[in-house]
């Protein structure tokens, strides 16, 4: 029924006046130090009376206020899968890297998942994969076989981080919202552009880029990585022919505004969301946006614990949704 | 006095229960859907109560407007004097075809003025200055429910008894 996100819709809109806009990113930007900026946040209702005035915990706070308020919309959270894969595919290469090098770690896994550190780690100690999701067992297999025989950790995370694309893809092509087909669209699109620059600025082989690369529609994975293979020149030739051409132009600035524009194109793919009041659209918007913005907020913060100009914090600021 | 004729009065009350029972509805429906997005709203912001009230009273009006030519029928065939009047069917058929212009305007609009006044409550949500324009959306809705009003009452004033 067309209606029963109206509650959920009516809610976020009040809360997306909270959230920051460009100006007062600039605001943010433009304080004097690292401490002016906390009281900033903190003025801004950023983390409780409670939490300490440190970045971390303002933010981990933040953080876990988003899911608070979505859980209390009542709508139904298999939605939100698309959005929590690649916490639960980062606990899934956490326990596996831990069990495999017999070390422990602390603070290494999310805890706000379907599958929690420490029953992820049980699952890999008893090599029981069929108790993950399907769409994790030969992935989960295949890796813990990959570096228990190989000691190579990149290749283990190649073959996780590809299943969670996969996972995303999926979820995104399974589902009835445009929103969510759109989110995954792009997020595997971008994901696999970012694998074809590091790549070749790693000088990484075709078979490499091929086993990380993901299949999506907007991207062919093929000649995306043959393009990767030739050079920085042929991945912006390709680009400037897809959907992604102003990825391009962002290569030629500098590689953090590409990384800024990769953030940026999933703002771009949500923000229709901003016009819409009756479907999961804006509550999924929201949540990205608040992610985003936490995300940007750490960005300034560690620019401002590492004395960066302004202008160099400023390049690295991500478009805001509101 | 054949069954037949008698079904004249049942089918004038009938017509004054499509206009109550439709147009009642549509408001209820529109305005529990404004009422979800008003309660969505007050959740965050008590301070927009009374402007996001208003947006959920507007698709209200089309029960008043069923109720209103309900009264006016049921006076009409004396159902409210106490002595019901003598009405033929075909009579009692143009009461009832006089009754659905509001019934069935009634039901549509009221179901979709609150969807628009529960996506201008978004507005309210968003910016509470913009109250005036943000009324005008469903405010449009209201105009078809009140021409079907102004048919059906003329209609029915219109029939002889």
Redesign the interface.
């Known amino acids: 029924m067309s209606e029963q996100y109206t509650y959920a819709v009516a809610r976020i809109r009040a809360l997306e006046v909270s959230l920051f806009s460009n100006s007062a990113v600039d605001q943010l930007i433009a304080c004097a130090d690292y401490s002016q900026c906390i009281q900033f946040l903190q003025e801004r209702g950023w983390g409780d009376s409670d939490t300490p005035a440190d970045a971390e915990a303002i933010l981990t706070r933040e953080e876990e206020k988003i899911w608070e308020v979505v859980r209390e919309l009542s709508v139904d959270m298999d939605k939100f899968d698309v959005l929590s894969y690649p916490k639960l595919f980062h606990n899934l290469k956490a326990a596996i890297k831990e069990v495999c090098t017999e070390e422990e770690n602390r603070h290494i896994f999310y805890e706000d998942v379907s599958i929690p550190g420490k029953v992820m780690l049980d699952v890999v100690r008893e090599k029981d994969f069929g108790k993950l999701p399907h769409n994790m067992q030969a992935a989960a297999e295949e890796a813990y076989e990959t570096l228990l025989h190989t000691r190579d950790g990149q290749l283990c995370d190649v073959i996780i981080d590809r299943a969670a694309l996969e996972a995303v893809y999926e979820a995104g092509r399974q589902a009835e919202d445009d929103i969510i087909r759109d989110y995954a669209e792009s997020t595997v699109g971008v994901a696999d552009i970012k694998i074809a620059v590091r790549s070749q600025k790693t000088a990484k082989s075709l078979e490499f880029m091929k086993r990380a690369m993901a299949e999506c529609a907007s991207i062919n994975v093929d000649q995306l990585a043959k393009a990767a293979l030739s050079g920085m020149d042929a991945i912006r030739e390709y680009l400037s022919g897809t959907a992604y051409a102003e990825g391009a132009e962002a290569l030629a600035d500098s590689p953090s505004a590409f990384e800024r524009w990769c953030d940026n194109r999933i703002i771009q793919t949500i923000s229709p969301q901003k016009y819409n009041a009756f479907t999961i659209g804006p509550v999924i918007a929201y949540v990205i946006a608040r992610q985003n913005e936490i995300k940007t907020v750490r960005i300034i913060l560690s620019g401002k614990l590492n004395d960066l100009q302004d202008d160099s914090i400023r390049e690295r600021v991500r478009e805001m949704y509101v | 006095m054949s069954i037949w004729s008698d079904l004249g009065i049942v089918y004038a009350l009938l017509g004054a229960a499509v206009a109550v029972f439709l147009a009642g509805a549509g408001s209820a429906i529109g305005v529990g859907?404004a009422g979800?997005?008003?309660?969505?709203?007050v959740?965050?912001?008590p301070s927009?109560f009374a402007k996001v009230l208003i947006m959920q009273l507007l698709p209200g009006t089309q029960g008043i407007y069923g109720l209103l030519v309900g009264f006016i029928t049921l006076s009409k065939i004396g159902l409210l004097g106490g002595g019901a009047a003598d009405i033929s069917v075909t009579t009692g058929l143009l009461i009832l075809a006089a009754c659905m212009p509001i019934g069935i305007v009634g039901l549509i609009s009221g179901k979709y003025q609150g969807?628009t006044s529960?996506?201008a409550?978004?507005i309210i949500?968003?910016k509470p200055d913009q109250f005036g324009k943000a009324m005008l959306f469903p405010a449009m809705v209201e105009t078809y429910a009140i021409l079907a009003l102004l048919i059906s009452i003329l209609s029915v004033t219109a029939i002889s008894i």
């Open positions: 859907i979800q997005a008003a309660s969505g709203v959740t965050e912001d927009k969807k529960a996506a409550i978004g949500a968003k």
